[in-house]
């Protein structure tokens, strides 16, 4: 990668947007959502604060092992040293350097009032601070990007010094000064502003980070980009705390589309609607509708003036053609709502649906009734090609015929819960009658379904549950809601995600568990 000519697309999901309040990712999570950045073709992607966060320094103690990233780099973010300790003595930095990410992210203060009052120095031992730490990574071999805190705000208040802090940074090596709004206060034309006038003057390769706090994160990006910043950082689905960071897939959109500027590498932007909504399950965050590119309503209209024009061109009533983002438009009242992504996905899956029109049909019709009942297919992958092998095939893909099963939880004397599962079923030519225990009943049937197939079919046995996540669909009916369950499970090798939907969590449950099976199944077999 040329990090001095390339435009850089940084992303800081997995650290600036796990800040969004109620948004908790595992480590395994992160990694998931790594990969689907990747995928998207973005050219950084901070993973995290090691050394200050124990799950974040595991989260690049599995990386290295795990991640085989082919358009990403990873960094990893820190601060400077502290005041009156040497860089290569300061253990928060030494947990930067031995990382093994390439790439450091520093945090700085550049607002003079926040060096005097947060961390309690003088201003003269923050530059040395920044000085010092961007020196000692450099000579280690890494390279640094610098965050300038509070930039914006530190301009206003201190002109000079926030610029000294910059220049002080790309003198001792830094490769980006990324000027932070950090409170998101900031108008398009400020930005603007402040981005020339930092180039002018210190002559330092300039970044973006903004916040929504003023709804123009991705305005401010956008306008940082045309006075001269070759670096923008945001979060997918524009995650972050508060009101979030710019949406980095509205404002690569933005920069590919409308302004000509080929940030990531060719053709990945139309896997834009596909991760975005992947990601959005990992985090479980319901994805937004109307997200602009990528949600769901982006491209959708209803009967009547709108639907008529599109059908004699779809440019009258759309800004592009939603294909360059992986969406697709929508007539919600037309059959041919959603035809174009199945055949992408078929495509994807092995299945050329091209010729078959009436399959296309078929299958696309009945994606929208499932999902009108409260199925997802964005990231339940191996549930859409059982679906689309029964289509195809006629049947659909199943080893096991099952009679019924049940789940019985009780509280013990000691208030101790257990729950007991039955599962009965057929399986080459043989019935079998399994119960299983567990701590709840999904746990419990989960190893009643396991032992039962395990019988016949012993590969099972490698398959492991690795996440699990439940979704109340129409919260308003409150115990009577429909829930989505999604199953992730693996075979040690690689990984597929299930879905279900029912009455109640156990119900929506038992059907990802079957799929999931089923789905693991037909992989080995095949």
């Keep these: ?8 697309v940084y992303d800081t999901t997995l650290r600036d947007g796990a800040q969004q309040e109620g948004l908790n990712l595992s480590v395994a999570d992160k990694l998931a959502i790594a990969r689907q950045l990747d995928g998207l073709g973005v050219g950084f992607i901070e993973g995290g604060w090691p050394g200050a966060n124990p799950k974040d320094t595991e989260f690049f103690r599995r990386a290295a092992a795990e991640l085989d990233l082919r358009h990403a780099r990873l960094a990893a973010f820190g601060a400077t040293r502290r005041a009156g300790v040497r860089a290569a003595d300061d253990p928060l930095v030494a947990a930067l350097r031995d990382s093994g990410a390439g790439v450091v992210t520093l945090v700085a203060k550049s607002h003079d009032r926040h060096v005097e009052l947060a961390l309690r120095t003088t201003l003269e031992e923050n530059l040395a601070m920044v000085r010092d730490t961007v020196t000692h990574l450099r000579e280690e071999g890494q390279t640094v990007f ?13 002109r000079a010094y926030a610029l000294e802090v910059l220049r002080t940074a790309a003198e001792a090596g830094a490769e980006v000064v990324a000027l932070c709004d950090t409170n998101g206060g900031m ?7 402040v981005v020339l006038d930092v180039i002018e003057t210190t002559g330092a390769r300039v970044g973006i980070h903004a916040h929504n706090d003023s709804g123009c994160a991705v305005a401010n990006s956008l306008a940082a980009v045309a006075a001269g910043a070759t670096h923008v950082q945001g979060c ?9 960071n710019a949406d980095l897939v509205t404002v690569v959109a933005n920069l590919e589309l409308k302004l000509d500027r080929h940030v990531l590498p060719e053709g990945l932007l139309r896997e834009s609607t596909r991760i975005a909504h992947a990601v959005a399950e990992v985090t479980n965050v319901p994805p937004a509708s109307r997200q602009p590119y990528v949600g769901t309503s982006a491209f959708a209209h209803k009967a009547g003036l709108h639907a008529s024009a599109i059908k004699v061109d779809p440019n009258l009533y759309q800004h592009l053609d939603p294909l360059v983002v992986g969406n697709d438009m929508r007539l919600l009242v037309s059959d041919m709502a959603g035809r174009a992504s199945i055949e992408l996905k078929g495509k994807e899956l092995g299945y050329d649906l091209s010729e078959d029109r009436a399959l296309v049909t078929r299958v696309t019709d009945r994606v929208k009734e499932m999902e009108q009942r409260g199925h997802t297919f964005e990231a339940a992958d191996a549930s859409f090609e059982l679906l689309l ?5 006629g049947t659909r893909p199943s080893y096991v015929d099952v009679e019924s099963w049940r789940v019985i939880t009780e509280t013990r004397t000691d208030g101790e819960a257990v729950s007991e599962a039955t599962v009965k079923l ?5 019935r079998y009658v399994v119960t299983g225990e567990g701590n709840g009943p999904v746990n419990a049937l989960d190893a009643a379904l396991r032992e039962a ?3 016949a079919f012993p590969e099972v046995a490698k398959f492991e549950l690795i996440d699990y996540k439940v979704r109340i669909l129409d919260q308003g009916h409150g115990t009577d809601a429909i829930t989505r369950v999604l199953i992730e499970t693996s075979d040690g090798e690689s990984s597929w995600v299930t879905v279900g939907v029912g009455a109640n969590v156990i119900e929506a ?18």
Excluded: K
């Design 426 to 430: 057929r399986a080459e030519g043989v």
């Design 389 to 393: 092998a029964e289509e195809v095939e």
């Design 187 to 193: 108008l398009p034309d400020w930005v603007s502003d």
């Design 1 to 8: 990668m040329d990090l001095h000519g390339a435009f850089h």
């Design 236 to 244: 997918i689905n524009g995650y972050g705390e508060r009101t979030g």
């Design 509 to 526: 449950s038992w059907g990802a568990l079957v799929d999931g099976l089923t789905f693991g199944l037909r992989r080995q077999h095949r």
């Design 453 to 455: 197939i395990g019988q």
């Design 146 to 158: 610098l965050d300038a805190e509070h930039f914006f705000d530190g301009y206003r208040g201190n």
